[in-house]
T-cell receptor
């Protein structure tokens, strides 16, 4: 599983767009990039997954450059309820266990 | 379709007692994973099970911890002779694997406190 590096914490304000970047220099050819969100006292929740270029769903967008050595999770117009820990994971395949780092603690301010 | 269920949500045990944590995966899911999370830490993988089989237990402590996923019924994580260091949140996840898409669905967790 590729090692990932992401900021420990970020602050932002309601209504702004938040971008969280994750570095994964050792990503393998077959690796997917996945982001999970965890609210306090809850289990993680899948947000988005991608392989290359851009993926968008109702929650977020994921931007992946051509070399795939990094990825950026973009949350449009955040609200207070987006305060959570966001985990970047690389290398999930069939039957893989998930290796979680400490994630990025996002704190949204009013 | 109910999500992953875990019970109890909170469990208090005295040192030396046994803790038994239950996890019912989502309907149709046959893969179950257990993770442990200490305060302010990320989740740490413990064990991966399929029905009646332990696939990967590389994250499980060698002693006092065991897990099972019987043909019928929930998956059980058992901790014998608990110690204060076992106090943590224990999360269970289940998965439904498609060809090119992989996602684990997490339960709400069981918070174990050892006094």
């Amino acid at each position: 599983l590729a090692k990932t590096t992401q900021p420990i914490s970020m602050d932002s304000y309601e209504g702004q767009e938040v971008n969280i970047t994750c570095s994964h220099n050792n990503i393998a050819t077959n690796d997917y990039i996945t982001w999970y969100q965890q609210f306090p006292s809850q289990g993680p929740r899948f947000i988005i997954q991608g392989y290359k270029t851009k993926v968008t769903n109702e929650v977020a967008s994921l931007f992946i450059p051509a070399d795939r050595k990094s990825s950026t999770l973009s949350l449009p117009r955040v609200s207070l309820s987006d305060t959570a820990v966001y985990y970047c994971l690389v290398g999930l395949n069939r039957d893989d266990k998930i290796i979680f780092g400490k994630g990025t603690r996002l704190h949204i301010l009013p | 379709n109910a999500g992953v269920m875990q019970n109890p949500r909170h469990l208090v045990r005295r040192r030396g007692q046994e803790a038994r944590l239950r996890c019912s995966p989502m309907k149709g899911h046959s893969h179950v994973y257990w993770y442990r999370q200490l305060p302010e830490e990320g989740l740490k993988f413990m064990v991966y099970l399929q029905k009646e089989n332990i696939i990967d237990e590389s994250g499980m402590p060698k002693e006092r911890f065991s897990a099972e996923f019987p043909k019928e019924g929930p998956s059980i994580l058992r901790i014998q002779q608990v110690v204060r260091g076992d106090s943590a949140a224990y999360f269970c996840a289940s998965s439904y694997v498609q060809d090119s898409f992989y996602e684990q669905y997490f339960g709400p967790g069981t918070r174990l406190t050892v006094t």
